[in-house]
């Protein structure tokens, strides 16, 4: 969070806005859905939602064209993450936690993401017309650097999160050690740039300012979510539901959709981490078929309805989205595309692995 304001800062991503050239609306659904799902596995599901929101709107000032725009950010904000180690909560906690590597649950996990995020793309993409935008890309207010600095921070900014799996597989340090050293790069780099600057100047693009915006109740909240359900595994509910799950489902496909789709009420981070403590490791090892399939399903499932996801109850906070318009106009496309996404993982796992 705080190298994402520290870029943010620089007016780092108006690197991403000035690429964008389109005038059509239909055009510009699909870079934005695009990008923001090869953006979400490096910055972050609801980092890169906050960054693409705030572009659709100086892009698309029309609310209701704004609608679409919204929910595909949403839905390819969870399914970026879901296929990165660093994109989304919980994929972090499943791979701290032993559970999936960087390398497999990129293998395993892309192809049902990208179907997950393609088909309510087309579902809701041919319907949008449009042949202009309120607002063209490109350059906005002044920025408050030089061009050359803004790009340095932009890139080395990518950098430090993306390598951060690097960093844990070459040192075995704690993965959170090279997510702070790259902020220690970040740091001295921007100190150095900025020093012969004025001072409320230098301050205003500061790392420790940056720090001031990073949003400690979201880093609260996971925090409870995670300290109850220790307890609850601990008391050993949690091995009582997973018996139950299989009593009522038999079988790791069934009980894997029907936790995704329960992410949509229930919000996903609790259900992970119930799920380390349901499957232990010795029967279910590194980049299982569980792990991986849960990865995806629980990631994506949370798009099906706006409350499901943090990324979706950032979108709904910023944009004024109530529950009904989401859930009338793009809860079938969403759940489609997370369906038609567990087939491709299922199809692509038995075509690899054979019949499991």
């Given at each position: 969070m705080a190298i994402v304001n520290v870029i943010d800062?620089?007016?780092?991503?108006?690197?991403?806005?000035?690429?964008?050239?389109?005038?059509?609306?239909?055009?510009?659904?699909?870079l934005i859905s695009l990008g923001t799902f090869f953006?979400?596995?490096l910055i972050g599901n609801l980092t890169v939602t906050i960054v693409m929101i705030s572009l659709v709107r100086q892009l698309v000032p029309e609310p209701r064209q704004r609608l679409p725009f919204s929910a595909l950010v949403i839905i390819a904000a969870n399914a970026g993450g879901a296929w990165s180690p660093i994109g989304d909560v919980t994929?972090?906690?499943l791979w701290l936690g032993g559970q999936i590597s960087t390398l497999g649950v990129v293998k395993d996990v892309f192809l049902a993401s990208l179907t997950c995020v393609l088909v309510p793309l087309l579902l809701l993409g041919w319907r949008l017309r449009g042949p202009a935008l309120g607002a063209a890309g490109g350059e906005g207010a002044p920025s408050p650097v030089a061009p050359w600095e803004r790009r340095l921070v932009f890139l080395v900014g990518i950098l430090a999160p993306v390598t951060a799996?690097?960093?844990?597989?070459v040192t075995r340090l704690p993965p959170v050690m090279g997510m702070l050293l790259g902020l220690a790069v970040v740091w001295t780099l921007t100190e150095l740039m900025h020093r012969g600057k004025e001072p409320s100047r230098r301050d205003a693009l500061s790392v420790s300012t940056a720090l001031t915006r990073v949003d400690l109740t979201t880093i609260l909240f996971f925090?409870?979510?995670?300290?109850c359900i220790a307890?609850?595994?601990?008391?050993?509910?949690?091995l009582a539901l997973s018996h139950a799950l299989e009593r009522v489902f038999r079988g790791l496909i069934p009980v894997g959709i029907s936790l995704g789709l329960v992410s949509a009420i229930v919000d996903n981070v609790p259900l992970v981490a119930a799920t380390q403590g349901m499957y232990p490791l010795p029967q279910y090892p590194l980049d299982h078929f569980l792990w991986s399939f849960f990865v995806y399903c629980i990631g994506t499932g949370g798009s099906v309805l706006i409350i499901g996801s943090a990324a979706g109850v950032a979108v709904m906070s910023i944009e004024k989205i109530d529950f009904m318009t989401y859930a009338r106009r793009f809860a079938l496309p969403a759940l489609l595309g997370y369906l038609a996404g567990a087939g491709v993982y299922i199809l692509q796992y038995r075509l690899l692995h054979g019949a499991g």
């Open positions: 800062q620089h007016d780092g991503f108006a690197i991403i806005t000035g690429l964008i050239r389109t005038r059509s609306l239909s055009d510009l659904l699909w953006l979400a596995p994929t972090t906690m799996p690097l960093f844990k597989a925090l409870g979510i995670l300290l307890a609850l595994e601990e008391g050993g509910h949690l």
